[in-house]
């Protein structure tokens, strides 16, 4: 045990050479990889409802998430990129209802880090930055996020630490509610879901009260942000999915995963983004590879196995959404967390495109209740 923690005593001086990263691994890689194939060993469905690579494992290797930085700055695809460009405007607007005193930053899903720069160095810039802990499945997502995130920042190394961890698992969260405890004890914690990940879980709604449930003390706060859509019909749903299809970047992010887990021949016309209504809550848009060859093929799988692949069947590479107001409020309300403030930017509009935007919420613990003001989907 004495050895144990004089290792641990040495690594704030080894962090000293910024060539390090200490990362905690907080699950058996091993069960990931076996996620990853049962998804794609799931039945035919020419709709898009059967093989699929899950969220999170879109962005799980190193050639994914060189893809995802590459895709983010694609001019093509402003889903991303205005999202980044306005974080730092958007989050002016809620800084100021921040708990007083120190805070310490846990982010869920850090994606490339620049967004965590711009919180970090508001809070660093008023004294008030305490820890930093990102959290993502791929640990190789989280070493480029902490490099651009504390760019230029007085973040001492001890108080960084990166959780390669899938925090949409109940058990994995109660680890890491344990961790975050342990580390910071009473004081405030601001969480963070950016980037509009929620969209990308099925159950997304369950998602948002896990984290609630799990993790949201009184005194901690949930940053949350979410694309979003005044317009709710089959013309809006369609001009969501282009958002996606019109980016050659963002095509090759998105069947990177394929190239990892399958040994498919890819074909970019193959990939079609489906733009749906889901009722009055959201515009949901599906990214499929579809096989379009005539035949049937047969993939093989990370664990050599094979899988038949029928012509006309389908895998679902991503999921996301674009949520009306009411079904954003709806979703506050079951997950029961309170919207304490609340900034929007709207996105660029012309007479044949819907008024799409990015709404960033900061949330509490509480009874799903709508912050006074106008309604920024108007």
């Known amino acids: 045990m004495a050895e144990r923690d004089r290792a641990v005593h040495r690594i704030p001086e080894i962090l000293r050479d910024a060539g390090w990263t200490v990362c905690l691994v907080g699950e058996e890689q091993s069960g990931k990889l076996a996620q990853v194939t049962a998804g794609l060993r799931r039945g035919p469905d020419p709709a898009g409802s059967g093989k699929l690579i899950t969220s999170g494992f879109s962005y799980w290797g190193l050639e994914s998430t ?37 805070l310490h930053y846990v982010s869920l899903g850090p994606g490339t880090g620049q967004k965590d ?26 070493r480029l996020a902490q490099r651009e995130a504390l760019q230029h920042l007085h973040v001492p190394a001890a108080d960084v630490l990166p959780v390669q961890l899938d925090f949409s698992m ?64 089959e013309v809006a749903a369609r001009a ?19 190239l990892q887990y399958t040994d498919l021949q890819i074909d970019m ?34 664990d050599r196995s094979t899988v038949p692949f029928p012509d006309q069947d389908t895998i679902r590479l991503l999921l996301s959404r674009k949520y ?30 819907p008024a799409f935007g990015m709404t960033l919420l900061l949330l509490a613990k509480g009874d799903g209740v709508r912050p006074d003001g106008p309604n920024p989907f108007d």
Not at 70 to 85: F, G, K, Q, T
Not at 202 to 208: F, V
Request: proline letters at 4%; one cysteine or more; aromatic letters at 6%.
């Open 66 to 102: 060189v893809a995802w930085a590459h895709a983010c700055n694609d001019l093509y695809y402003p889903v991303m990129r205005e999202s980044i460009a306005s974080f730092s405007r958007r989050w002016r607007g809620l800084s100021e209802r921040l708990p007083d005193g120190p």
């Open 117 to 142: 720069q711009a919180l970090l160095r508001s809070l660093d810039s008023r004294g008030r930055c305490g820890c930093y802990l990102p959290v993502d499945v791929s640990a190789e997502m989280l």
């Open 170 to 233: 109940p058990a994995n969260l109660d680890r890491l509610g344990t961790l975050i405890r342990s580390t910071v004890g009473d004081e405030p914690v601001v969480y963070s879901l950016l980037g509009n990940t929620l969209a990308n879980f099925d159950s997304d709604t369950q998602l948002l009260t896990l984290l609630a449930e799990k993790l949201l003390r009184p005194q901690d706060r949930f940053l949350l942000e979410v694309a979003s859509t005044a317009g709710q019909d």
């Open 240 to 258: 969501a999915a282009q958002e996606y299809e019109n980016s050659p970047r963002f095509r090759e992010f998105v069947t990177s995963a394929l």
């Open 269 to 302: 016309n193959s990939l079609t983004c489906e733009g749906l209504v889901e009722g009055d809550r959201a515009l949901l848009v599906k990214v499929i590879y579809r096989n379009r060859t005539g035949a049937e093929l047969e993939l093989t799988l990370p």
């Open 324 to 353: 009306t107001r009411a079904g954003l409020e709806k979703m506050l309300v079951d997950a029961r967390v309170t919207a304490v403030g609340e900034t929007h930017e709207a996105g660029h509009t012309s007479f044949d495109r």
